[in-house]
C-alpha cells in the first residue's frame, strides 16, 4: 500500500479512535454449535501472467502439505499504487478473488478480463480441472466473485475503468454467458488506482435472496464507500412450448433465477472503506465487515428497504489496513487481518468488540490478506512482499474465544506462489 494512502488510513484510524469513546460492551458467550466439519483443502489463485489455482491438502490436525497447482487459462493482474507501482501484496484490492460452491472453484482472471471455473471430486479436492473455458465479464478488471449453489447463479465485481457488476449461470457443463453490467460508476481506469475508490467484495446473503457488495470510497476526496444490495429475481416457470409433444419434454429446470438491473445502496454512518465482509450466521441479515480506514463494523441489512445500517463499530489500535474477515465456526467470533501489520484480530458478532489479539509477528510476514475459517483451525495469507516469502499462517482455535495459536507457517514459494497471490477459500 502506497505511503499516502497508509498515512491517510492512520489519520482516520486516529479521528475514529478519538470519536470511539463507548466503553466496552459483554461478549456474546459461545453458543451450542454443532462440532465443525473437518476441513480438507484449502485454495488460493497465483494470480500471476498465467494466472493458477493453488490446492493445498489439509491434514487432521489441520496443518497443509503441498499440493497441486491448475491452470485457470486466464490472466492476472495488479491494481496500481499510489506511486504509480503495480501493487503487491494486496494485488486486486478485494476479498472473495476465488470462492467455492460445492465442488466447484470460480476465479478471476483479472488481466484478462475473464471467470474460470474449476471442478474437483469430493474423495480428491486437490485434483482440479478446469471446466469449459473461461467466460468473458463484462467491465474490467475483476477482482471478486460470488456463487450461489440455490440460484445456480455466479456473479462477478469489475473494479476498472468500466465497473460493477455481472453475471451467468453454471452448470457441470460450466458457465453461462455473463450479463450486461450493472454499473457502480466509479471513476477508475483499467487497471484501477487503489486501494481507495475501487470494489471490495461481492457475496450473496446467508439465504441466497440477495447479492451484497462492498465499494470503498475515498475519504480524501469526499467519497463515502457504499454497501450495495441486488435482490436474486426468479424467473416465472416456462410455458411449455407449442407442438413440443406431451410428456416428450418434462419440465428440465426452467426456472434461472437472475440478479435485479438495480442495487439499493446505503452508507452505514461512520463507515469510509467497507472492505471484506462475512454473514453472521443464523442471523437473515446482519453482516460483519472490516472498514479499512479504521477496524471493523457490524451492519442490519433491513429486508424490506435492503438499507445497511451502523449495528456497532470498533476501531483497532494501531491498524493500518483492516481489510480481511473470517467468522469461525468453532468460536461463534470474526477474525481480521491486516497487510501491513503481521497479527490477526479476535472480533465479537454483536458489535465488534475486540475479543483479542494473537500476535504473529516473530513467523516474519510483514502482514496477511485473505482468511478463511473452518472446523477448529483459520488459515490466513501473506503473500509476502517479495523479500519474504509468501505463506499460510494456520490457527488452531479449538479452545473457542481468545485461544487460536499458530500451529504451522507453511511457505508457498517453493510451489512457484509469489506476492501476486490473493484469495483463499476451504473446502
Ligand atoms: C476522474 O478522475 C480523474 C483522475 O483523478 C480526474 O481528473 C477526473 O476529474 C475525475 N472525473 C470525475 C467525473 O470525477
Ligand atoms: C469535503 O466536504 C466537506 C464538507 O462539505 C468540505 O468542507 C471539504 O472541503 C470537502 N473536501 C474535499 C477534499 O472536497
Ligand atoms: C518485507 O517484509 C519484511 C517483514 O516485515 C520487512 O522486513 C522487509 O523490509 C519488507 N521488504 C520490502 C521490500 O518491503
Known amino acids: 500500500m502506497p505511503t499516502s494512502v497508509t498515512t491517510t488510513l492512520f489519520l482516520l484510524a486516529s479521528l475514529s479512535l478519538a470519536a470511539f469513546a463507548a466503553p466496552a460492551r459483554h461478549v456474546r458467550p459461545a453458543g451450542h454449535a454443532p462440532a465443525p466439519a473437518q476441513p480438507r483443502a484449502i485454495y488460493i489463485i497465483t494470480n500471476d501472467q498465467t494466472n493458477s489455482v493453488v490446492a493445498l491438502p489439509v491434514a487432521a490436525d489441520g496443518t497443509l502439505s503441498t499440493g497441486t497447482v491448475t491452470a485457470t487459462g486466464g490472466q492476472g493482474s495488479n491494481s496500481v499504487d499510489g506511486s504509480n507501482q503495480p501493487a503487491a501484496p494486496d494485488a486486486l484490492d478485494a476479498q472473495s478473488s476465488l470462492t467455492l460452491v460445492g465442488n466447484n472453484i470460480f476465479a478471476v482472471n483479472a488481466g484478462s478480463n475473464t471467470l474460470s471455473m474449476l471442478s474437483f471430486p469430493a474423495q480428491d479436492p486437490t485434483q482440479l480441472t478446469l471446466v469449459g473455458q473461461p467466460v468473458p465479464v463484462s467491465g474490467q478488471f475483476p477482482n471478486t ?77 469526499n467519497n463515502t464507500g457504499f454497501f450495495s444490495v441486488f435482490s436474486v429475481q426468479q424467473a416465472q416457470p416456462q410455458q411449455p412450448h407449442a407442438g413440443n409433444g406431451k410428456g416428450k419434454r418434462k419440465a428440465k429446470a426452467p426456472c434461472a433465477a437472475s440478479l435485479a438491473t438495480q442495487d439499493i445502496r446505503s452508507s452505514p454512518s461512520g463507515t469510509a472503506v467497507l472492505f471484506g465482509s462475512q454473514n453472521i450466521p443464523g442471523t437473515s441479515s446482519s453482516v460483519f465487515v472490516t472498514d479499512a480506514s479504521f477496524g471493523a463494523a457490524v451492519l442490519a441489512v433491513d429486508p424490506a428497504t435492503n438499507l445497511a445500517s451502523l449495528v456497532g463499530k470498533q476501531a483497532i489500535d494501531g491498524q493500518k489496513a483492516t481489510c480481511w474477515s473470517t467468522i469461525s465456526p468453532a468460536t461463534g467470533s470474526a477474525f481480521v487481518t491486516d497487510v501491513l501489520v503481521d497479527r490477526v484480530v479476535e472480533m465479537s458478532l454483536t458489535d465488534a468488540t475486540i475479543l483479542s489479539t494473537i500476535d504473529l509477528s516473530s513467523n516474519g510476514d510483514p502482514g496477511m490478506i485473505d482468511l478463511a475459517a473452518a472446523g477448529n483451525f483459520i488459515y490466513a495469507l501473506s503473500p509476502g512482499n517479495g523479500t519474504t516469502a509468501p505463506a499460510v499462517t494456520v490457527l488452531d482455535v479449538s479452545g473457542g474465544q481468545g485461544s487460536a495459536k499458530q500451529i504451522q507457517h507453511f511457505q508457498l514459494d517453493a510451489m512457484g506462489v509469489d506476492k501476486n497471490a490473493v484469495g483463499l477459500v476451504v473446502f
Open 145 to 221: 466473485v460470488a456463487a450461489s449453489a440455490k440460484n445456480k447463479l455466479v456473479c462477478v465485481g469489475t473494479t476498472g475503468a468500466e465497473n460493477g457488476v455481472s453475471c451467468s449461470t453454471f452448470s457441470p457443463r460450466g458457465l453461462g454467458q455473463m450479463d450486461a453490467l450493472r454499473s457502480f460508476g466509479l471513476n477508475q481506469t483499467t487497471p484501477p488506482v487503489g486501494p481507495l475508490n475501487t470494489v471490495s467484495q461481492l457475496f450473496f446473503s446467508e439465504d441466497e435472496s440477495r447479492l451484497f457488495a462492498t465499494i470503498k470510497g475515498d475519504p480524501a476526496v
